[in-house]
Each structure stands twice: as C-alpha cells, then as structure tokens.
C-alpha cells in the first residue's frame, strides 16, 4: 500500500446548523463549498468543502447529531502554506477561539500549529508546513 495523502474526512453536524458549518468552513477558514446544489435537491446526504485538489471535508447534517469527545474524536491537522503568526491573527479577527498553540510532530515533522474547534466540536489542527 502505498497512501499518497488524505482524501476525506467525514464530519457529522446537527441539521439545523448547516449554515454554522458554511460560516466556520467557508467564511473564515476560506474552504469552497461543494455539492449544495446536490444536497439541497436531496441526491446526495452531504456536502463537501474542498481544502486542495485532492482533499475534501464532507459535512452530513443528520438528526441525531452527539458532539464528539475524547473517545470518539481527537482532531484532524491540515497543513497550510501560510505562517500560523498570520493564521492566528486570521482566526482572532473572526472571533474563533485558539483553544491551543503547539510545534506537534506529524507526518511531515515538526512546525507551529493552532488548534480551534468548529462549531459543532471538532478540534482542527492548522499546522505549518516546514
């Protein structure tokens, strides 16, 4: 097996706060959202925020939506080409909460991150790449 990198991740929300996802996703992380149509027309369960060419976040709104926790969740780390110094000051200026500052070691070492929850709970991690 040889895995290039991530395609997906699969995120559950609560169905009646879609437009809190397109306002974190969209708005302040800058993420294109992808499907709306299709999921307004109910073709398809979910939508998508497309992060690269070859990476996607699908959101499914469902009714039964629980937050996640330390045992069903920790956080997904996106690597981004900006500084984190320029990150941080983007996510203040839109009111979103640093839970967290580190230098974790990842896949491609070891550089700053911030760490911010979406608005359904989800920890990101927003890692600069080296």
């Known amino acids: 097996m040889n895995v290039q990198a991530i ?6 929300i609560p ?4 437009d809190d996802a397109i306002e974190f996703y969209s708005v302040i992380l800058g993420f294109e959202m992808e499907n709306r149509v299709l ?3 109910g073709e ?3 939508f998508s925020f497309r992060l690269t060419d070859t990476s996607v ?7 039964n ?3 996640p926790n330390g045992h069903s969740y920790d956080h997904v780390a996106l ?8 990150v941080k000051r983007q996510l203040i200026n839109a009111g979103v909460e640093i839970e967290r500052e580190l230098e974790p070691l990842g896949a491609t070492g070891v550089a700053p ?9 989800y920890l990101i991690e927003i890692k600069e790449t080296n």
């Open 7 to 12: 395609d997906h991740v699969n995120l559950r």
């Open 44 to 46: 398809k369960s979910f």
């Open 79 to 86: 690597l981004v080409s900006e500084s984190v110094k320029d």
């Open 65 to 67: 939506f629980k937050q």
């Open 57 to 63: 976040v699908h959101v499914r709104p469902v009714d």
């Open 113 to 121: 991150a911030v760490y911010v929850k979406d608005p359904f709970g």
């Open 15 to 18: 169905e009646d706060r879609i």
């Open 39 to 41: 999921f307004e027309s």
